[in-house]
């Protein structure tokens, strides 16, 4: 993880450690969990979901959280559009 830190640094990237998680997929990522993550001595929190590129993915990359999110979007906007 140094190696992942001096990168952004030489690239003057910076990495907002407190938004930053990770999730892992696959057969075997219940098996993850046990094992820490740290940039910069800071722990990076594992998650079942994140958003990247405003994508929902799980674990388990069954979608479901993803959609869920869209349609509670377009519930919103419709309702919205034929209340109003």
Known sequence: MA??????????LSLNLDKTCYS????SHNDVKKYNLYIN?????NVECCK????????DLKWQD???YLHNKLIKFTRKKFLG
């Open 3 to 12: 190696q992942l830190f001096e990168w952004f640094s030489v690239n003057r």
């Open 24 to 27: 892992v997929s696959g057969p």
């Open 41 to 45: 001595g800071k722990i990076i929190q």
């Open 52 to 59: 990247y590129l405003g994508i929902l993915t799980d674990s």
């Open 66 to 68: 993803h959609i869920n």
